[in-house]
Nanobody, 127 residues
């Protein structure tokens, strides 16, 4: 399995921005679609954004469309989540996941299809 380490979380005021990073190691990064998910206290893990192996296909949850952007740098084994116009309801632990796929299909938004996960990074948005 690929190992994942997230970073970049923190405390920010509503309307602010953060950029999360997730560095992968142990396997060929470009063989994996990557996703960002989040989990707030007492809630289930929910899809945020995902990106295909090459970066040519992306998908977003309706709640973050137009505010968040997912990208990847295969040379650096890193996937990013740029989060703008943050809202208090974005407060959660954010996890990146890796989904090994055979082609550059549109990425999955279903967390059970991702076989590797990072430890998570806390994002707190104050009102």
């Amino acid at each position: 399995q690929v190992q994942l380490v997230e970073s970049g979380g923190g405390l920010v005021q509503a309307g602010g921005s953060l950029r999360l990073s997730c560095v992968a190691s142990g396997r060929t990064f470009s063989n994996y679609a990557m996703g960002w998910f989040r989990q707030a206290p007492g809630k289930e893990r929910e899809f945020v954004a995902a990106i295909s192996r090459s970066g040519g296909n992306t998908g977003y949850a309706d709640s973050v469309k137009g505010r968040f952007t997912i990208s990847r740098d295969n040379a650096k084994n890193t996937v990013y989540l740029q989060m703008n116009s943050l809202k208090p309801e974005d407060t959660a632990v954010y996890y990146c996941g890796a989904n090994r796929v055979s082609d550059d299909r549109s990425p999955s938004g279903m967390y059970w299809t991702y076989e590797s996960w990072g430890q998570g990074t806390q994002v707190t948005v104050s009102s």
